[in-house]
């Protein structure tokens, strides 16, 4: 059973920053993209960003430039670096780890971001 801890989350003021992380365990078989994705209250479920296996990334326009999507392959961890938050970016931000056949969902983590 493939487990998924986030960390990272948190209360900033316009501005600020936060780094999240996932980490992903129980499973000896290689992750091949991992990425974010985020939910509000009262909206769907939206991509963040991406990272592949070999470390290509994609990003939702709207966080192009301020967010950066990165990886440590060998402790199956990645990581979102959050910068110039704006109140915008309030919202249920949700680890996922995709495997050959399979996908996880993390618990997710609250980030806050008062104006």
């Known amino acids: 059973q493939v487990q998924l801890v986030e960390s990272g989350g948190g209360l900033v003021q316009a501005g600020g920053s936060l780094r999240l992380s996932c980490t992903a365990s129980g499973s000896g078989f290689a992750i091949n993209a991992m990425g974010w994705y985020r939910q509000a209250p009262g909206k769907q479920r939206d991509l963040v960003a991406t990272i592949t296996e070999g470390g290509r990334t994609n990003y939702a326009d709207s966080e192009k430039g301020r967010f950066d999507i990165s990886r440590d392959n060998a402790k199956n961890t990645v990581y979102l670096q959050m910068n110039s938050l704006k109140p915008d970016d309030t919202a249920v931000y949700y680890c996922?780890?995709?495997?050959?056949?399979?996908?996880?969902w993390g618990q997710g983590t609250q980030v806050t971001v008062s104006s």
């Open positions: 996922k780890v995709s495997y050959l056949w399979c996908d996880y």
